[in-house]
């Protein structure tokens, strides 16, 4: 008999005070803003507002990553056919130092399961080309043609719950 893995460092929870909001908008900044260089007067939208939040953070309380779930008129103006019963991932970021750690698949779990509770049949996100193999590990298929998002490369991916 094996030993049981051990707990994960790190829990995820949705963002619902200022604090774990500002937390998420931090990893955001140092994933998107500094490491990709992307603008940071897009990376932060209308859409944050109405969003589900989710935050990964150490038992310290040092943030790990974020992600966030659009729903209903905002994922539907999102997901290119207007569904309202598709949600949207998006801003998924992971900090530098726990990438490795299982933190991006447990925060799109956790994105699932907030679209789940919210009655939605699918998750639509788009994704940097260069993780379109983490988005299928998990489910997620790829259709239509890749564009640029914030001068990056992406695709349209979607799992049904």
């Known amino acids: ?9 790190y829990e995820i929870r949705v963002a619902e005070d200022p604090a774990d909001r500002e937390a998420c908008f931090a990893v955001r900044k140092e994933v998107f803003v500094a490491e990709q260089k992307v603008p940071e007067d897009i ?7 109405g969003a589900v939040h989710v935050l ?24 290119g056919d207007g569904d309202p019963a598709v949600g949207s991932l998006g801003r998924l970021a992971v900090t530098a ?17 907030a ?23 998990l489910g997620y298929q790829a259709y ?13 991916m979607r799992r049904f719950l």
């Not at 990964?56 to 997901?79: E, F, I, Q, S, Y």
């Not at 990438?99 to 799109?108: E, I, K, S």
């Open 1 to 9: 008999m094996s030993a049981p893995s051990p707990a994960p460092a």
């Open 43 to 49: 990376e932060y939208d209308a859409y944050d507002a």
């Open 56 to 79: 990964a953070v150490r038992a310290d309380g040092v943030p790990l990553g974020t992600g966030r779930l659009l729903h209903g008129a905002a994922a539907a103006a999102k997901n």
């Open 97 to 113: 130092a726990a990438r490795g750690l299982g933190v991006g698949a447990a925060l799109v779990r956790a994105v699932e399961d």
């Open 115 to 137: 679209a789940r509770a919210r009655g939605l049949t699918a998750v639509d996100l788009h994704a940097q080309t260069h993780a379109l193999g983490f988005y299928e590990r």
């Open 144 to 156: 239509g043609p890749e564009f640029p998002d914030a001068g990056i490369p992406h695709r349209a």
